[in-house]
């Protein structure tokens, strides 16, 4: 029903989709004062993603979704920001968000942050703010680290808490299996139990120059994720669902983010079927996607 109601005021809604991200690599640098810790990543959007529906109402921000596991009150980022842009430019109206919820949470897929980026972009455009990209990552920023990616939604290297970003452009291609197992991964819990002294780190620029030489081998053989080992006591299924990918026939895994979601790479499009078939029978969420590619936009 509401699928219907939204699709009969075509001509008043903004329709967006929020691009989710996979880690190629991920590297915890260090912990920094503040008690946040330096990253340094390879992140890279996904055609994987949520439908978000926002019109403009009188006053107020108002959130629906699919999703009974969503808050939709402050504690949710879309609120969140758009509460910011009402508020820092004066805007003289509300909205009204409705939200159609494909990306598991405590997924490591940026779901959260790639919501808040949408909105903030649909919100730019509904209200003429023309604020840049540059300007949106900014506002994103004050309320999720992850939010600035999602606003250029461009393969990169990440750094700092997830504010600098380092574009790359080639257009590296293969087929990308996700599959979450049931339980998630609080990110608080997977870097409070991080052994910096123990920890692999993965060469962040190793794989940043086989992308760019699209040396496919090269990044299969970057593959790596400082959070995996902590993130594996919390959620053992992960480990099962990487191995069992290899055996599978797939290239490359890894655990995307702080989990739990679990990536495999392969350049045989048998394989992703036959991973798809067989990890459906295992989990809820499987699902087939690529990395995506577009061109840079100028604003």
Same mark, same amino acid.
């Given at each position: 029903?509401?699928?219907?109601?939204?699709?009969?005021?075509?001509?008043?809604?903004?329709?967006?989709?929020?691009?989710?991200?996979?880690?190629?690599?991920?590297?915890?640098?260090?912990?920094?004062?503040?008690?946040?810790?330096?990253?340094?990543?390879v992140m890279a959007?996904?055609?994987?993603?949520?439908?978000?529906?926002?019109?403009?109402?009188?006053?107020?921000?108002?959130?629906?979704?699919?999703?009974?596991?969503?808050?939709?009150?402050?504690?949710?980022?879309?609120?969140?920001?758009?509460?910011?842009?009402?508020?820092?430019?004066?805007?003289?109206?509300?909205? #009204?968000?409705?939200?159609?919820?494909?990306?598991?949470?405590?997924?490591?897929?940026?779901?959260?942050?790639?919501?808040?980026?949408?909105?903030?972009?649909?919100?730019?455009?509904?209200?003429?703010?023309?604020?840049?990209?540059?300007?949106?990552?900014?506002?994103? #920023?004050?309320?999720?680290?992850?939010?600035?990616?999602?606003?250029?939604?461009?393969?990169?290297?990440?750094?700092?808490?997830?504010?600098?970003?380092?574009?790359?452009?080639?257009?590296?291609?293969?087929?990308?299996?996700?599959?979450?197992?049931?339980?998630?991964?609080? &990110?608080?819990?997977?870097?409070?139990?991080?052994?910096?002294?123990?920890?692999?780190?993965?060469?962040i620029m190793k794989? #940043?120059?086989?992308?760019?030489?699209?040396?496919?081998?090269?990044?299969?053989?970057?593959?790596?994720?400082?959070?995996?080992?902590?993130?594996?006591?919390?959620?053992?299924?992960?480990?099962?669902? #990487?191995?069992?990918?290899?055996?599978?026939?797939?290239?490359?895994?890894?655990?995307?983010?702080?989990?739990?979601?679990?990536?495999?790479? &392969?350049?045989?499009?048998?394989?992703?079927?036959?991973?798809?078939?067989?990890?459906?029978?295992?989990?809820?969420?499987?699902? /087939?996607?690529?990395?995506?590619? /577009?061109?840079?936009?100028?604003?």
């Amino acid at each position: 029903m509401l699928q219907e109601k939204y699709t009969q005021r075509e001509d008043e809604l903004n329709e967006s989709k929020s691009l989710c991200k996979v880690n190629l690599a991920l590297d915890v640098v260090r912990k920094r004062a503040d008690g946040y810790h330096d990253l340094e990543m390879v992140m890279a959007p996904i055609t994987l993603h949520d439908l978000i529906y926002i019109h403009r109402i009188d006053q107020g921000i108002e959130i629906t979704s699919n999703s009974y596991r969503m808050p939709t009150d402050e504690k949710n980022i879309m609120y969140q920001v758009a509460q910011i842009l009402i508020e820092r430019y004066h805007i003289n109206a509300g909205v #009204k968000i409705h939200i159609y919820k494909h990306i598991p949470t405590q997924a490591g897929l940026a779901g959260g942050s790639a919501d808040g980026a949408a909105v903030l972009r649909a919100m730019n455009q509904m209200f003429g703010l023309n604020l840049s990209l540059e300007t949106l990552a900014e506002i994103g #920023k004050e309320v999720g680290a992850d939010i600035p990616f999602c606003i250029y939604e461009q393969m990169a290297v990440v750094r700092g808490i997830g504010e600098k970003l380092e574009f790359i452009d080639n257009e590296f291609r293969c087929h990308v299996l996700i599959v979450k197992p049931k339980k998630g991964v609080p &990110t608080k819990k997977s870097f409070g139990m991080l052994d910096l002294a123990h920890a692999i780190h993965p060469d962040i620029m190793k794989m #940043k120059q086989s992308i760019e030489d699209n040396d496919y081998q090269g990044v299969v053989d970057s593959l790596g994720n400082t959070l995996e080992a902590p993130s594996l006591e919390i959620v053992p299924e992960i480990a099962q669902i #990487k191995k069992e990918m290899i055996e599978l026939g797939f290239d490359g895994t890894l655990m995307s983010g702080s989990g739990s979601s679990v990536f495999g790479l &392969t350049m045989n499009s048998d394989i992703l079927e036959k991973g798809y078939e067989f990890f459906q029978n295992k989990y809820n969420f499987v699902r /087939k996607t690529e990395l995506l590619h /577009k061109e840079k936009e100028k604003y």
